[in-house]
């Protein structure tokens, strides 16, 4: 780890400190019992009951089988608030703690651990949505709404109550409402998505962490390539290599970590701790 604390003492020169930045993925959640997406064993992989998720996870499928696309979701939001924040969430907390002022996590996760683990709401840009609100598949308007309470489904398959179905309704034109995620056949923007912030986020960066994701959408990509192209350092902190493996070959300021999360943020929450106190 000699070299990640090398990387942070250039970071923290007085004149040139820049941001240290989170990109998370599912990965970082396994440990709290959430599958992955693409791991052998992921949501993704399997897929659902008779579809491939490249068409399950659409806005499209779900225009056609709302009801089936709502079991999915009440299922896997139970599975979400049965979770709780694993230690290298709590890590990322005390990582904050030290650097609040440098410190943001971009996350592709929709399952809001790093919020309930204690990191700050106004540092976590959820570039993938969140289970905590959903929104008119319509689009009557712009609103974002709470999900309503105690609709989740203990079954994936369970049939969903007449009662759940009224409060799926949207408040202001009583149209069915849909979970505020991206799906595979939607668009980053910046008012549901933080496109804009986050790509500036990167730009700003000097040390982009990225951990437990494959790279296998274009946002995160895009951050890591803005990250490189303004001079910032990428760590690629994942079990096996990936596309971003790929995406960063040769690049001198990218070094690859083939260890857990846990691992890693313990090492570099110690090598920060070492270089405040030296700086």
Known sequence: MEKLREILK???????????????????S??????????????????????????????????????????????RKGMFEKAQPNNSHKLLVDIEQLIPEDFSIITQNIDGLHHRAGNSGTKIFEIHGNMRLVRCSLECSKAVYLYPKDITLDRIYEEIPEETWEKLECPKCGGLLRPNILWFDEYYNERLYKV?????????TGILIVI?????????????????????????????????TRLTKDKKRALSYRMTSDEFLSEFHKALEACNVSL
Do not use: C
């Open 196 to 204: 804009d912030t986050t790509m500036k986020i990167a730009k700003n």
């Open 30 to 75: 396994a440990a709290s019992g959430i599958p992955t997406y693409r791991s052998t064993d992921g949501i993704w992989v399997k897929g659902t009951k008779f579809h491939r998720p490249e068409e399950f996870g659409t806005f499209r499928y779900f225009s056609k089988n709302q009801e089936e696309v709502w079991q999915f979701n009440l299922f």
């Open 212 to 244: 437990g994701t494959s790279g296998a959408t274009t946002l995160p990509l895009r951050l890591i390539e803005q990250t490189l192209q303004y001079g910032g350092y990428i760590l690629d902190v994942n079990l096996e290599d990936n596309n971003i």
């Open 10 to 28: 250039e970071n923290f020169q007085k004149d040139k400190r820049n941001k240290i930045t989170f990109l998370t993925g599912a990965g970082l």
